[in-house]
């Protein structure tokens, strides 16, 4: 093994040629802009999930921030969510005038501990913003019984859990809000995008003004604006894309789940005990694997940029981290977090690693990236 091999990035979208003609057919309609793919994007994913209205957009992260507004959260509120997450899903809380509030998360799962959830309600608490880390989801039966004992709603930030499960349901087909994004490196893409889950038809209406200006339409040319709405509407070249990926979503987590094994196979029993590295969760029935990351251990042989810089030099292999602790940036720190608030997070944002995991790897990618990690962890 040596640099010489083909580099091996973290990650990697896979686009078919059919996709690619049907982007090229859209572009010759000279319809680009939200149209009949839209439309029909989003009729595939609410039968995915059961019925229930989907709404589409340009981002993941506008679909919280809207959902926020729909359910009513702002000026005077407290949202809770977890610190290890991209950024965008606290962002939005304050975007909204409402105020953050964390939780640390659990060890072992890497997603907010939902005992540390509870302890942190208070009477100004209206919502709660789990993400399902890794497209681990949290105890969805837990996590909804403490919404209903608090009367609280819940914005699941599904980002990263496209055609993950919770005891044999699919993340999206049940629960209150929830959120996915169609990011480059996600699961299915839409370059950029997201979709939103909605409760009603009512709900699925004003998601449709605030994601286009406030704007309702009626008649040939009358419209009214009633909400502050803003422009974050999908396009037809988006959901062209889209359409062709969803096509292949059973294949695709599938093939994750697969390489997921053939990391944990081929890592071994006794890593864990020689590296004092830990992997994920096992999680076959219910993570879509978006990610694999391993914890490096915490006086290890290299730190994570040693151990970053010497996968790319000299096994010429692409690692990332995710995430950063949110509460630790500039702007958090200026509201009043610090270190120390929430170690547990702080401790395994100091230390994650995400290795390859793309539909387009093979088993001897996985092989490889192991064989990597060992020889740099284990002296």
Same mark, same amino acid.
């Given at each position: 093994?040596?640099?010489?091999?083909?580099?091996?990035?973290?990650?990697?979208?896979?686009?078919?040629?059919?996709?690619?003609?049907?982007v090229?057919?859209?572009?010759?309609?000279?319809?680009?802009?939200?149209g009949?793919?839209?439309?029909?994007?989003?009729?595939?994913?609410?039968?995915y999930?059961?019925?229930?209205?989907?709404r589409?957009?340009?981002?993941?992260?506008?679909?919280?921030?809207?959902?926020?507004?729909?359910?009513?959260?702002?000026?005077?509120?407290?949202?809770?969510?977890?610190?290890?997450?991209?950024?965008?899903t606290?962002?939005?809380?304050?975007?909204v005038?409402?105020?953050?509030?964390?939780?640390?998360?659990?060890?072992?799962?890497?997603?907010?501990d939902?005992?540390?959830?509870?302890?942190?309600i208070?009477?100004?608490?209206?919502?709660?913003?789990?993400?399902y880390?890794?497209?681990?989801p949290?105890?969805?039966?837990r996590?909804?019984?403490?919404?209903?004992?608090?009367?609280?709603?819940v914005?699941?930030?599904?980002?990263?859990?496209?055609?993950s499960?919770?005891?044999?349901?699919?993340?999206?087909?049940?629960?209150?809000?929830?959120?996915?994004?169609?990011?480059?490196?996600k699961?299915?893409?839409?370059g950029?995008?997201?979709a939103?889950?909605?409760?009603?038809?009512?709900?699925?209406?004003?998601?449709?003004?605030?994601?286009?200006?406030?704007?309702?339409?009626?008649?040939?040319?009358?419209?009214?604006?009633?909400?502050?709405?803003?422009?974050?509407n999908?396009?037809?070249?988006?959901a062209?894309?889209?359409?062709g990926q969803?096509?292949?979503?059973?294949?695709?987590?599938?093939?994750?789940?697969?390489?997921? #094994?053939?990391?944990? @196979?081929?890592?071994? *029993?006794?890593? =864990?005990?020689?590296?004092?590295?830990?992997?994920? &969760? %096992?999680? +076959?029935?219910?993570?879509?694997?978006?990610?694999?990351?391993?914890?490096?251990?915490?006086?290890?042989?290299?730190?994570r940029?040693?151990?970053?810089?010497?996968?790319?030099?000299?096994?010429?292999?692409?690692?990332?981290?995710?995430?950063?602790?949110?509460?630790?940036f500039?702007?958090?720190?200026? #509201?009043?977090?610090? @270190?120390?608030?929430? *170690?547990?997070? =702080?401790?395994?944002?100091?230390?994650?690693?995400? &290795? %390859?995991? +793309?539909?387009a790897?093979?088993?001897?990618?996985?092989?490889?990236?192991?064989?990597?990690?060992?020889?740099?962890?284990?002296k």
């Amino acid at each position: 093994m040596s640099a010489d091999l083909p580099f091996l990035p973290f990650s990697k979208p896979t686009i078919d040629e059919a996709t690619i003609t049907a982007v090229g057919e859209v572009l010759r309609s000279g319809w680009i802009t939200s149209g009949p793919k839209v439309a029909a994007f989003e009729a595939r994913l609410s039968e995915y999930f059961g019925g229930r209205p989907v709404r589409t957009f340009n981002s993941g992260t506008c679909t919280m921030e809207i959902a926020l507004r729909i359910a009513g959260i702002g000026p005077g509120d407290e949202v809770i969510t977890t610190p290890v997450s991209w950024v965008a899903t606290a962002n939005v809380i304050i975007e909204v005038g409402a105020t953050p509030v964390f939780a640390d998360i659990d060890p072992r799962t890497r997603n907010i501990d939902l005992d540390k959830l509870e302890a942190a309600i208070t009477p100004r608490t209206k919502a709660i913003i789990p993400v399902y880390l890794s497209g681990l989801p949290v105890d969805m039966d837990r996590l909804y019984a403490i919404a209903k004992k608090h009367n609280l709603r819940v914005v699941e930030d599904a980002a990263q859990a496209f055609g993950s499960e919770w005891q044999g349901k699919r993340i999206g087909s049940f629960g209150d809000f929830i959120s996915f994004s169609f990011q480059a490196n996600k699961n299915i893409t839409t370059g950029e995008g997201g979709a939103l889950v909605l409760n009603n038809e009512e709900e699925a209406k004003l998601a449709e003004k605030y994601r286009l200006q406030g704007v309702t339409r009626s008649g040939v040319d009358g419209i009214d604006v009633d909400v502050l709405g803003g422009k974050y509407n999908m396009s037809d070249i988006m959901a062209a894309i889209g359409l062709g990926q969803f096509a292949n979503i059973e294949q695709i987590t599938a093939h994750r789940r697969a390489l997921a #094994r053939r990391y944990y @196979e081929a890592f071994g *029993p006794d890593f =864990e005990a020689q590296s004092g590295a830990q992997l994920p &969760l %096992p999680a +076959f029935d219910s993570s879509n694997y978006h990610l694999f990351q391993i914890i490096l251990p915490d006086h290890g042989p290299a730190t994570r940029a040693d151990f970053m810089h010497a996968m790319k030099e000299r096994f010429n292999i692409g690692t990332g981290y995710h995430y950063a602790p949110i509460h630790l940036f500039t702007m958090y720190r200026e #509201r009043g977090f610090r @270190e120390g608030m929430f *170690p547990v997070a =702080e401790k395994i944002g100091r230390l994650t690693v995400t &290795l %390859p995991m +793309f539909y387009a790897m093979t088993t001897a990618d996985v092989d490889r990236a192991v064989a990597a990690v060992k020889a740099i962890l284990i002296k």
